[in-house]
């Protein structure tokens, strides 16, 4: 069967949301509620106003009782309990008087959560008036870093805690470099503006003046500033021209774009150098307890503090738009390395997609190689400062209680209220709503627990799908690209494993229409397929079916990744003559479905225990 890109999966939403409530055994009354309001305000009503009620509910549990009708007006109540999901509610609060009941039952909890926030991460473009507001918050926060003064006491303090952190703050620059070699990021990037395009000889064209010479004998540096075979300069690096990155606002949940930084190529190569660097230094000095590449350590603790009450969680708002670079530099004055990447390695200026230049007064955005290693470094040394202080204790017993992923964190429920305060005088803000310390519910990395029970809802995100909100008609989902029919299976398996069947069966037979047939599947099988728990059913004869495989362009003329690549870090200097470089490139996050002959052990998978 041929595949034909130009072709729609159509999904109706109204559909999969009587599916999803079928699933979940809501009550005919309240299934017939939520269905009018779909109608008539759209879907909104699943991607804005049930998300709120499912923070209602979070905000209830926090608080031992069911809040005012005020906090909810737009659902009618019946006594002390909404109407809507009243059968659920009625197994969490009492319905005299709305106060938590002793006996809570944790599968209600999941039930609600996962009608609620189940479309919540849906990520459709937006409209343009969200994205000059999405721009608008943007500069208000760049305007309150401006006016942010900070307490000089307060950086002495956290200045003389840099000592509990060697391997970050003492290594040498030289010896970063030479370990941590420049690379590319995970992302996109821009060259040095709007009038530098990323070709072949992106690089050769950028002057010493923005990027700086080194002789061949500095091999440290040989990967980020120009090297000449002759040159009697030991190191030369100039202002701050060429670092100029470019805001952008891409889908990411219903409530708005996430903003993401686009950072010139010369500086992305030197601030993953840095990444590599910071985070390893962080995760040795501090045992694990800054983070950057398990989240189960954190989730662990979340589960354990719903159940025993002793770890709270808390979530910042906005956090890396927070991290003030004036605030950094005066932390950093003593170390010179780490003073090096943010004078030389940071783009001083952004791009805005109104077309404006402004200076940037955040440390960097998302995108940059600097951004989670300060901002968890940050969140980490403040919060240990004013603990210590304040209750007289050692430093490192303080640092080993104190737990950092991104910008989740998690401390002893006595210490909340303090951590609090010193996220406040290093200017960052907490999300009192994402954060909990009082109930039995915890979150962190992506983990929902209630009394040590999971209560994670599984979303539909589709979050690399770009869904344009014109592709939504009426509520019919329109998905045409391959990564987003990819993303949709993948998903579908979540949906078993939770024991959503009858949602999960919508999709496949949408699936279905658009790519024929689908083989079951199980483990972690790579084929596209209707996935299973069990593998008795799967045989063992050879079939065709969809896999994915990376997109290869062929290149006819110079390959400007391949030739990137050799040129940022040279062996040697190399010549105009020797710069053909012909072949294939893997585009970035980009996919294609091909049908192949594959076999049922590959169907199979990692078999579930």
């Known amino acids: 069967m041929q595949f034909y890109p130009r072709g729609f999966c159509r999904i109706t939403i109204r559909e999969a949301f009587k599916k999803l409530m079928d699933d979940l055994d809501v009550d005919q009354a309240s299934k017939s509620y939520a269905l009018r309001r779909l109608s008539y305000e759209g879907l909104s009503f699943l991607t804005k106003t049930l998300p709120l009620y499912s923070k209602f509910v979070l905000a209830s549990l926090e608080r031992g009782s069911l809040l005012p009708r005020s906090s909810m007006s737009n659902f009618s109540w019946k006594g002390a309990l909404p109407v809507f999901l009243r059968s659920l509610l009625q197994r969490i609060f009492s319905l005299t008087n709305g106060r938590l009941l002793p006996s809570v039952c944790t599968v209600a909890i999941w039930q609600i959560r996962q009608i609620c926030d189940y479309f919540y991460k849906l990520a459709t473009d937006f409209s343009d008036s969200e994205l000059r507001d999405a721009e608008r918050r943007y500069l208000e926060t760049e305007k309150s870093l401006r006016e942010r003064q900070y307490d000089e006491k307060w950086v002495t303090d956290l200045r003389k805690n840099l000592r509990y952190y060697p391997s970050f703050t003492n290594t040498a620059l030289h010896a970063i470099l030479e370990e941590h070699r420049p690379r590319y990021g995970p992302g996109t990037f821009c060259a040095t503006g709007h009038d530098v395009y990323t070709t072949y000889s992106v690089y050769k064209r950028l002057p010493g003046r923005t990027i700086g010479t080194c002789r061949r004998d500095q091999t440290p540096f040989l990967g980020y500033f120009k ?63 800054i983070n950057f590449r ?18 709270a969680t808390l979530d910042l708002k906005d956090g890396s738009d927070n991290v003030s670079v004036d605030l950094i530099r005066k932390l950093f004055e003593f170390c010179p390395a780490l003073s090096y990447f943010i004078r030389r390695v940071r783009s001083t200026h952004t791009y805005l997609p109104s077309g404006g230049v402004i200076p940037l007064r955040k440390v960097a955005g998302m995108g940059s ?28 017993d303080v640092a080993s209680k104190v737990y950092v992923y991104g910008d989740d964190l998690i401390v002893p429920t006595g210490w909340y209220t303090t951590a609090v305060e010193a996220l406040k ?25 209630y009394d040590g029970q999971s209560v994670t809802p599984v979303r539909l995100k589709l979050t690399g799908a770009r869904l344009p909100r014109v592709g939504i008609c009426g509520d019919v989902l329109s998905l045409r690209s391959e990564e987003s029919l990819l993303q949709l299976e993948r998903h579908c398996r979540e949906l078993v494993l939770s024991g959503l069947v009858a949602l999960s069966n919508y999709y496949y037979s949408c699936l279905e229409r658009r790519l024929g047939s689908l083989p079951l599947v199980s483990g972690v099988s790579p084929i596209l397929g209707r996935y299973t728990l069990s593998t008795c059913e ?20 110079i390959c400007e990744w391949k030739y990137l690549g050799g040129y940022l870090i040279p062996t040697r200097v190399p010549e105009e003559g020797h710069l053909q470089n012909f072949g294939e490139v893997a585009i970035p996050r980009r996919i294609k479905l091909k049908k192949r002959l594959v076999y049922g052990h590959t169907a199979r998978g990692v078999e579930q225990s």
Request: hydrophobic share 35%; charged share 25%; glycine share 6%.
């Open 227 to 289: 090297a000449y075979p002759s040159s009697s300069e030991s190191l030369s690096t100039h202002g701050n021209e060429g670092k100029c990155s470019e805001v952008l606002f891409v889908p990411k949940d219903s409530r708005s774009p996430r903003t993401i930084s686009r950072e010139p190529l010369h500086l992305l190569r030197m601030q993953m150098s840095f990444f590599d660097f910071a985070s390893s230094a962080l995760e040795r000095d501090t045992c694990h307890r």
């Open 294 to 311: 398990d989240q189960s350590i954190n989730q662990n603790l979340a589960r354990e503090g719903s159940k025993t009450r002793g770890w």
């Open 369 to 396: 190689g600097l951004t989670f290693p300060i901002m968890a470094f940050l969140i980490h040394i403040s919060v240990c400062t004013l603990v210590q202080r304040r209750f007289r204790l050692n430093y490192r």
């Open 425 to 449: 005088r290093s200017g960052l803000l907490v999300n009192s709503a994402k954060s909990f310390i009082h109930s039995h519910f915890r979150e962190s990395c992506g983990g929902d627990f």
């Open 538 to 557: 799967i045989g063992d004869d050879a079939f065709k079916a969809y896999v994915p495989i990376p997109v290869i362009e062929k290149s006819t003329e």
